[in-house]
């Protein structure tokens, strides 16, 4: 199953029982373990294409990131969480191991900026306003590996759960 139907699946679950998703994460983490050991020893010469020598296409400039939970947090009161899909598209390879070898400076940068800016402005979903977020993540991004090397950042999937407390109940501050 490709990554992106998966991290799909992951949201849609997430919203419905986050230990739901949690089970389906790991069961799908051990099946993709499974597969790719019996691919091995289908083809110890490791060939994907039945041991014709070919490959099965030329390598791809895109850096997918673990999904992002972000908490939006407002008058000191947790509102929701927002799971974003994320992957960035290098100019080329040489950029794309300039963009993995800058993942834990770029996790950092997105997580922070994502943070403040939700905490400011009302998350509604809209494609406006992921588009935005998109284009700031970019410049980030930007920043964080050198000016020239991403082509894009593109949002995979995005979710959103309202988050209930009891009333009156508070973040610890």
């Known amino acids: 199953m490709p990554i992106v139907l998966r991290l799909s699946l992951l949201l849609l679950f997430a919203l419905a029982s986050p230990a739901r998703a949690d089970a389906i994460v790991l069961a799908s983490a051990k099946k993709a373990e499974g ?36 908490p ?3 008058n000191g009161q947790l509102q929701r969480h927002v799971t974003l899909a994320i992957v ?23 997580v922070r900026d994502l943070h403040a800016y939700l905490a400011v402005v009302p998350y509604d979903g809209s494609g406006a306003l992921l588009q935005a977020m998109m284009q700031r993540l ?3 991004a930007d920043g964080a590996v050198g000016a020239g090397h991403i082509k894009a950042v593109l949002l995979q999937g ?16």
Not at 39 to 48: C, F, L, T, V, Y
Not at 90 to 102: I, N, S
């Open 158 to 173: 995005a979710a959103d759960r309202k988050v209930s407390f009891a009333p009156g109940s508070r973040l610890a501050g």
């Open 88 to 110: 960035i598209e290098a100019k080329d390879q040489d950029a794309k191991g300039k963009v993995e070898a800058a993942m834990p400076r770029l996790r950092d940068a997105f």
């Open 35 to 70: 597969e790719a050991g019996a691919s091995e020893k289908a083809d110890p010469q490791g060939k994907k294409d039945g041991g014709q020598g070919k490959t099965s296409g030329p390598p791809t400039n895109f850096v997918s990131l673990e999904p992002f939970v972000v």
């Open 72 to 74: 939006i947090i407002r």
């Open 138 to 140: 970019a410049r980030i």
